[in-house]
């Protein structure tokens, strides 16, 4: 079965730009939940989309949105970029999105803000 | 909030000498647990997790973590380090009694070179 894919892999912006993530659950995964990981905030959680629906919502500003489609695939989405939002993203996916279920994590999008 | 805290962020251990990585959480009622592992340029990847069965569980790789609740502690062992063991680990909280859904709290992550 094939793992979480993310695309792109790497990525430059400037400042000011948006830009669009977009991830790809293992297939039967209805859950979807992106990370931020930074050198100095470390891994912090973001937003889960479970059936379409934003289900959980971590403390980033309205520039940082999201969104599911009926195939369960996400992309989430960066407005007016800031230096600090370079960073690597992470998708994770899990079937149902019950607590204790494990989350597998794709290899995440690197983006450089300039 | 949920919080967790992994004590150091650097760790150095011979290879073949044990691994312990220490991880404390913040929650009157105790959370699910979890050991994440990330190998560079790699996502994250599950050793092991605790949802209140046994207190000690047992993982990929040689890996086990022990769950205390007097100490509020989750601390991942393991008793021989091997050389492909170099990663940075993460421990991780899910809140139990907060509704549905997947929302992980990280750890600051301990990062592990083996020197052989």
């Known amino acids: 079965k094939a793992g979480v894919t993310q695309t792109p892999r790497y990525l430059i912006k400037t400042r000011g730009q948006q830009v669009t993530l977009s991830c790809s659950p293992i297939s039967g995964h209805r859950s979807v939940s992106w990370y931020q990981q930074t050198p100095g905030q470390g891994l912090q959680f973001l937003f889960e989309y479970f059936s379409e629906t934003q289900r959980n919502k971590g403390n980033f500003p309205g520039r940082f949105s999201g969104r599911q489609f009926s195939n369960s695939r996400s992309e989430m989405n960066v407005s007016t970029l800031e230096l600090g939002d370079s960073a690597l993203y992470l998708c994770?996916?899990?079937?149902?999105?019950?607590?204790?279920?494990?989350?597998?994590f794709g290899p995440g999008t690197r983006l450089l803000v300039l | 909030a949920q919080s967790v805290t992994q004590l150091g962020s650097h760790v150095s251990v011979s290879e073949g000498a044990l691994v312990l990585l220490r991880c404390n959480y913040s929650?009157?009622?105790?959370?699910?647990l979890f050991w994440y592992v990330q190998y560079p340029n790699q996502g994250l990847q599950l050793l092991l997790k605790y949802t209140s069965a046994a207190t000690l569980v047992k993982g990929i790789n040689g890996f086990e973590a022990e769950f205390k609740k007097s100490e509020t502690s989750f601390h991942l062992t393991k008793p021989s380090a091997h050389m492909s063991d170099a990663a940075e680990y993460f421990c991780a909280v899910s809140d139990r009694i907060k509704a549905a859904g997947n929302k992980l709290t990280f750890g600051g992550g301990t990062r592990v070179l083996v020197k052989p």
């Open positions: 929650s009157s009622v105790p959370p699910y």
């Open positions: 994770a996916s899990s079937l149902g999105g019950d607590r204790i279920e494990t989350q597998y």
